[in-house]
């Protein structure tokens, strides 16, 4: 499939990038706060402006910290970033003008084979012009007076892109011929802070393109990754890997950036397929792990669970089965749920782990026939009868599958809102089992119509 021209934005702390990400995006994927340091790793979304369409990539505010810093690993993203794309966007502060960082940025871009369009952004009204003839000495050309938050100076950057974005169209013709019918896998990654899943991701994807490290939180927006992975079978899947923040409380999560990225986080669980909940080896199961899981599943997103850092986990064998029966317990409504042990370092069971993402999408998109359906629903009513409340019997007469992903049934008949929930369970624990649903989430909605034939 042809790639889109990718477009890097850079520039130091706090002078708009992310508003101007989601601006070209069109939608409030990037977070964005007053304060500096917001975007750590690397966002990546699809851009239109004036017609012309490109890849854009968010990146983190450049500081000069040691490579070892946090700040150090996030500028060291930035420069993978502006090096595979075909053009850099600079921007700098029209307001604030010119700053010695913004010096140490243009250094290091003049001597980058990437082309560089110089933006000077926050660029409203008069008081802004000295900022803008202050970036003239920046040696990148001339700046184009911008404003993210009001679109201002949109066409001025559409001529200063083209020339190096703009493609035949020819070349992308074939787009889409080689996508698995459904298109890519959209796989999200949530758990707890630390539980190791940007270090996942990064062994999934053979190079280090998230920030990972020791401490806590690191990431802050959940950034997806399109990538082809290549099976053991022999066959190219494309995947759309999501990484998320780390998901901590409701009551421990008091700052309101935190309380952002949790929203993002949920908001990427919406839009997955499959969602992987990964578990910290070193800590075993906790009770915000189940809540999480809990919050997928009344989503409708089909769920794994995966024990990371197997690598070091004590006493392997009673760590498995301890989770796998509290799991059991916690998470009574979809019994069975896939554990398996990845290692984000070692890349133990990640194969495992992909395989068992498309084995689990194919069961959450699975449509039964409604013959073979009906026939299995009578086979159930008649090996478990249901209920007569009162000495009134309730009168079960047909069922059908509403839709997939999640795969959804409409059961009518008679008195059925006297149905009880226990008789609910046995049906939907036997599609599950009977019709080759496994443990994805199965929704059944009780309906009785005059004519359930109509």
């Known amino acids: 499939m042809a790639q889109l021209p990718t477009v890097a934005i850079v520039g130091r702390p706090n002078v708009g990038k992310s ?3 989601n601006r070209l995006v069109g939608k409030k994927l990037a977070l964005v706060d007053d304060r500096p340091g917001v975007t750590r790793d690397r966002r990546e979304g699809d851009a239109t402006l004036i017609g012309l ?4 990539i968010d990146t983190a505010g450049f500081e000069t910290d040691d490579p070892q810093t946090l700040p150090g690993r996030m500028r060291a993203q930035t420069q993978a970033a502006v090096r595979e794309a075909d053009v850099a966007l600079f921007m700098v502060d029209a307001r604030a003008g010119v700053t010695p960082l913004d010096e140490e940025v243009a250094l290091w871009l003049r001597g980058e084979d ?12 008069k008081a802004t012009e000295s900022g803008v003839h202050e970036a003239f000495g920046l040696g990148l050309g001339d700046p184009i007076p911008f404003s993210a938050e009001h679109g ?9 892109l083209r020339p190096h974005i703009e493609r035949d169209e020819d070349d992308g013709a074939e787009d889409g011929e080689d996508e698995e019918a459904g298109g890519p896998l959209k796989l999200a990654i949530v758990g707890r802070p630390n539980a190791g899943k940007s270090t996942l991701i990064n062994q999934i994807l053979g190079e280090q393109r998230m920030i990972t490290g020791p401490e806590a939180g690191i990431t802050r927006d959940s950034i997806a990754i399109d990538w082809d992975w290549h099976a053991p079978d022999g066959t190219v899947r494309p995947i759309r890997l999501i990484d998320t923040a780390g998901m901590r409380k409701r009551a421990k999560v008091q700052d309101k ?33 189940l809540r999480i899981a809990d919050k997928v599943l009344q989503e409708g997103r089909a769920l794994i669970i995966a024990l990371s850092k197997w690598d070091v986990a004590a006493d392997p064998p009673a760590l498995f089965q301890g989770v796998r029966t509290a799991l059991d317990e916690g998470l009574a409504q979809v019994k069975g749920l896939p554990l398996l042990t990845v290692s984000g370092v070692t890349g133990r069971g990640v194969d495992q782990l992909l395989q068992a993402a498309h084995e689990t999408r194919e069961a959450w998109s699975q449509r039964v026939s409604t013959a073979k ?5 009578e086979r159930a009513i008649e090996a478990n009868p249901p209920p007569a409340p009162g000495g009134k019997r309730i009168k079960l007469r047909y069922l059908t599958q509403a839709r997939t992903r999640p795969p959804s049934f409409v059961l009518f008949g008679t008195r059925v809102d006297q149905l009880p929930e226990s008789y609910r369970r046995y049906l939907v624990n036997g599609i599950r089992r009977d019709l080759g649903f496994g443990s994805v989430p199965v929704r059944l909605t ?3 119509p005059k004519n359930p034939f109509d």
């Open 19 to 21: 508003t101007l990400f």
């Open 53 to 56: 369409d490109f890849r854009i």
């Open 114 to 125: 990437t082309p560089v369009v110089l933006v000077a952004n926050k660029a409203e009204g």
């Open 152 to 160: 201002e100076g949109l066409v001025d950057l559409f001529e200063a």
């Open 257 to 289: 950036l935190e309380k952002l990225s949790v929203a993002d986080g949920l908001r990427a669980v919406d839009f997955a397929e499959v969602v992987v909940l990964l578990l910290d080896a070193t800590l075993g199961l906790e009770a915000q792990d």
């Open 373 to 377: 359906l009906n026939r299995w629903f």
């Open 446 to 448: 009780l309906r009785a």
